[in-house]
Structure formats: structure tokens, C-alpha cells
């Protein structure tokens, strides 16, 4: 261990972390070598080092912050406040998927907190982030703040892929067909992976599967809507939007008349005739 990367804590001294096995070190270090050389300053690739370590063992441990660290010449302090800043590392051990309800206010007041408290109870997890996993190992359950898909609200999130206009009861079965191994498909972007297998592609390595380039990006109708309409074109007819409480999912896909009452011109106010607003007066007029 370097100088470096000895971990102090109110100055005492800490065990160092335990080492990787020589077979994932020098895998790793090969990997690390890649991901460095993409950056004119090495320090600039910590973050994707972090998702390396993260597809390592399923969150960042003091062994993979050590790793970093010597990586990149810098201290594990360094390193800790990098990782304990972004919700994207995880500091402990978690399910193969992580089941992200968005509670930011719009998907709140759309059905996030029910959501989220549905499947809290379903799935027998606690508050704390030790208690959010499932005694299986599958499924990580956790809060997530607004990932702007708000048009598409409650949204909620596994691995990082977007699952949209979610209910309980469709957020229930998403669970389920988690758990029994049962193959589910994101509402958009690319096919759902393991959170390790996430993690190495947000480190930056191509995401091989077949479809998943293709799969990947582009906007959904919703969110074209208010471009549409700012261009004076006719706003796109895809939305469907179900009866409050029912996913689109849930619903025979009846196709174009059902825009939601957002995405149309509102009426506003007539001006008064009495009092015709102006330019704000001069100040001494
Ligand atoms: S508030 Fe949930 S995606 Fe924006």
C-alpha cells in the first residue's frame, strides 16, 4: 500500500482494504489502462474507474476506492468524496436489479409515493439502505429523484432503464417478473441488464448485446409534444393516456384521441378592457 492511499479517519489509522485476487487485479488494471488513456488528465476518468469497480463486485468498496486511488495518484479521501457524492455508486452490497421509484413532486403527486409504498410492502423491505434489498438478492428498492422523464409520469427505474406511467399494480408485476427471472422490457432505450453488467457500460466499454445500439436514445412522442407545437405543427398523436390509476399497459392502446389535456394550446384569460397591462412606467413619470 502507498503512502497515498492510507486511510486516516479522525486520525486514527484504519485497516487497509483487502486486495483484489491477482486475476481481477490485472484484469482490472488492463481495464483501468483503457478507461485512463481516453483523458488528456488521468484524474478525469474517476468516474468511469468508479463504475469499473462498481461491475466488480455490485457497489464500490474500500478495495475498489483503493484501486482508484492508485490508479490515478490520488488519496483514497479524494477518492471517498468522489463516491459518496453521487446516488450511481452504491457503498454496499445490493439486489441484481435496482428498483428506482422516482419521488421527485410531479411523479410523487402522479402515483410515485403510492408506488413506492406498494411495493415497499410487497416486496418485505425496510426504510434503511441496509433493509431495501430483498432477502433473495434480487431486487434493491430505493428513491430516486427526478430523471427527467417527468412527461412521463410516475417513472420509475431498473438499472438505469426507464419504465413509464407506472401504477402499483403494473409496478408490482415488474417486481415479480424480476424476481422469477422473467424477461422485461424497458419502456424505451436499451434492453434491461444486470447492475454489474450496467455498471461496465457506464464505465464507458460497448454494450455488445444484439438491438442494444439500435434501442438506445431518441425521445419519446411525449416529449416531442412541445416542440411540435412551438413549430406550429400538428402535435404528435401517440399518447395515450390512461384513466387515473391504469397504466397505458393496462388498457386496449386505442391509439390517437386521447392526448393528455397538457399537451393541447390552454385557454387563457382575456385582457381587461379597463385595465390593459403595459409597459411598466418609469420610475419619477
Ligand atoms: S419528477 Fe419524476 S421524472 Fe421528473
Redesign the pocket.
Known amino acids: 500500500m502507498t503512502a497515498s492511499n492510507q486511510e486516516v479517519s479522525l486520525g486514527m489509522p484504519q485497516l487497509p482494504a483487502p486486495a483484489y485476487p491477482a486475476d481481477v487485479l490485472a484484469r482490472l488494471e488492463a481495464d483501468a489502462k483503457e478507461v485512463i488513456a481516453r483523458y488528456p488528465g488521468s484524474r478525469s476518468a474517476l468516474l468511469p474507474l468508479l463504475h469499473l469497480v462498481q461491475s466488480e463486485e455490485g457497489f464500490v468498496s474500500r478495495t475498489g476506492m483503493a484501486f482508484c486511488a492508485d490508479q490515478l495518484g490520488l488519496t483514497t479521501a479524494e477518492v471517498t468524496a468522489v463516491a459518496t457524492f453521487y446516488t450511481m455508486y452504491r457503498r454496499r452490497a445490493g439486489g441484481d436489479y435496482q428498483v428506482g421509484v ?1 419521488t ?4 410523487a403527486v402522479m402515483g ?1 409515493d403510492a408506488i413506492f409504498d406498494r411495493l415497499k410492502e410487497h416486496l418485505g423491505v425496510g426504510n434503511d439502505e441496509a433493509g431495501m434489498t430483498t432477502a433473495d438478492g434480487k431486487v434493491t428498492l430505493e428513491h430516486i429523484e ?5 412527461d412521463f ?1 410516475p ?1 420509475v427505474m431498473v438499472n438505469w432503464e426507464f419504465f413509464d406511467n407506472q401504477t402499483p399494480e403494473s409496478a408490482t408485476r415488474l417486481v415479480d417478473d424480476l424476481i422469477a427471472g422473467r424477461t422485461v422490457e424497458p419502456t424505451r432505450g436499451a434492453p434491461l441488464c444486470s447492475y454489474k453488467d450496467t455498471a461496465r457500460i457506464l464505465a464507458g466499454f460497448p454494450d455488445r448485446r444484439p438491438g442494444a445500439v439500435e434501442a438506445s436514445g431518441g425521445a419519446g412522442a411525449a416529449s416531442l409534444v412541445g416542440l411540435k407545437l412551438a413549430k406550429g405543427e400538428t402535435a404528435p398523436q401517440t399518447r395515450v393516456v390512461g384513466p387515473r390509476g391504469e397504466a397505458p399497459g393496462d388498457q386496449p392502446q386505442k391509439g390517437a384521441e386521447h392526448l393528455s389535456s397538457h399537451d393541447a394550446p390552454q385557454q387563457t384569460s382575456a385582457s381587461d378592457p379597463e385595465h390593459p397591462a403595459g409597459p411598466a412606467a418609469e420610475e419619477g413619470e
Open positions: 422516482c421527485n413532486t410531479l411523479c410515485g427526478c430523471n427527467a422523464a417527468c409520469a417513472v
